[in-house]
Nanobody
């Protein structure tokens, strides 16, 4: 059984930075895509950034140039470095691991950007 454990959320002032981390354990198939999604109050969950096993990345337009996703295949981890945070980045952030066989979600970590 695959499990994802996230860490790194918290409260940060506008313009600040946070780094989210997600560690996967269990029977992890490859190729796969690991990513970060977020859901703000009253809004639908949206993809923030994802990265393939080979390192290909995608970002939602609103975070391009501010967020960077990276992964370590040996450790089965994916990180999201978030810089120049804005109040509109406030949301619960979820880690996701997707293969042709399954899609697994983490429990979510809250990011609050506020002064």
């Amino acid at each position: 059984q695959v499990q994802l454990v996230e860490s790194g959320g918290g409260l940060v002032q506008p313009g600040g930075s946070l780094r989210l981390s997600c560690a996967a354990s269990g029977s992890i198939l490859r190729p796969n895509r690991m990513g970060w999604y977020r859901q703000a109050p009253g809004k639908q969950r949206e993809m923030v950034a994802d990265i393939t096993s080979s390192g290909g990345t995608n970002y939602v337009d609103s975070v391009k140039g501010r967020f960077t996703i990276s992964r370590d295949n040996a450790k089965n981890t994916v990180d999201l470095q978030m810089n120049s945070l804005k109040p509109e980045d406030t949301a619960v952030y979820y880690c996701n691991l997707r293969t042709t066989v399954y899609s697994i979600w983490g429990q979510g970590t809250l990011v609050t950007v506020s002064s």
